[in-house]
């Protein structure tokens, strides 16, 4: 069953633009990551944020977690062309357990 | 160090066949996950691995199974395949087990399975 929702489901911008993808989950979690997937390629981890966390950076991204509103977002400044693939959140339950739950993705496609 | 290896890459096999699909970790990394990945369903937890151990399993049938050997390298079987097991099939390695904190699962490229 899913867990995450992605907000939206795709989304499309210019080149410079930034893009933000939100993320709600609905039990409590241990942690959140985003990952990346270029088309039907494998993931590519992003950024992990602890729940005790509620800003971290990478680079060009910026993540938060709210987790009073069980959600966070994902923002990707100054985007690029190469920025253009689905965007997945995952939450890992609380517990010792390695299982992720993903959401559906947010599609980014971003034009030169 | 090399990345999560997943073989092969791609396979076609008809309804009511049966197919074994690999998983080599990272190196050094003791922890394997599956996961189904379809259009409809998204990305859908299968089973959990830790030094030969399910520590986790999926709402999955039993036709779908897997098993983790000394090396961490993982396969996972399914039986009696049907039109509806056609699916990216991603495994992830971590370095697990989470008794303080949390690791960073890495995926594999993934199996294309079609089932035809």
């Known amino acids: 069953s899913q867990q995450g929702e992605e907000d939206p489901q795709a989304l499309s911008i210019q080149e410079g633009e930034n893009a933000t993808m939100n993320c709600s989950y609905k039990?409590?979690?241990?942690?959140l990551q985003w990952y990346r997937q270029n088309s039907g390629r494998g993931l590519v981890h992003l950024i992990l944020?602890?729940?005790?966390?509620r800003e971290k950076h990478s680079g060009r991204l910026r993540v938060t977690l709210d987790t009073s509103k069980k959600s966070s977002s994902l923002l990707i400044t100054a985007s690029r062309a190469a920025d253009t693939a689905s965007y997945f959140c995952?939450?890992?339950?609380?517990?010792?357990?390695?299982?992720?739950?993903f959401g559906k993705g947010t599609k980014l496609t971003v034009n030169p | 160090k090399a990345g999560v290896t997943q073989t092969p890459r791609y396979l076609i096999k008809t309804r009511g066949q049966q197919v074994t699909l690999s998983c080599s970790p990272i190196?050094?990394?003791?922890?394997v996950s599956w996961y189904q990945q379809t259009p409809g369903q998204g990305l859908q937890f299968l089973f959990e691995?830790?030094?030969?151990?399910?520590?986790n399993k999926g709402n999955f049938p039993g036709r779908f199974s897997g098993r983790q050997f000394s090396n961490s390298r993982s396969e996972m079987n399914v039986s009696t395949l049907e039109l509806g097991d056609s699916a990216l099939y991603l495994c992830?390695?971590?370095?697990?087990?989470?008794?303080?904190?949390?690791?960073?699962?890495?995926f594999g490229p993934g199996t294309r399975l079609t089932v035809t």
């Open positions: 992830a390695s971590s370095w697990g087990p989470k008794l303080a904190g949390s690791y960073e699962q890495y």
């Open positions: 944020i602890r729940s005790n966390e």
């Open positions: 190196s050094g990394h003791r922890s």
């Open positions: 995952a939450t890992e339950g609380e517990g010792g357990s390695e299982k992720l739950v």
């Open positions: 039990t409590s979690i241990n942690n």
């Open positions: 691995y830790f030094s030969e151990t399910q520590r």
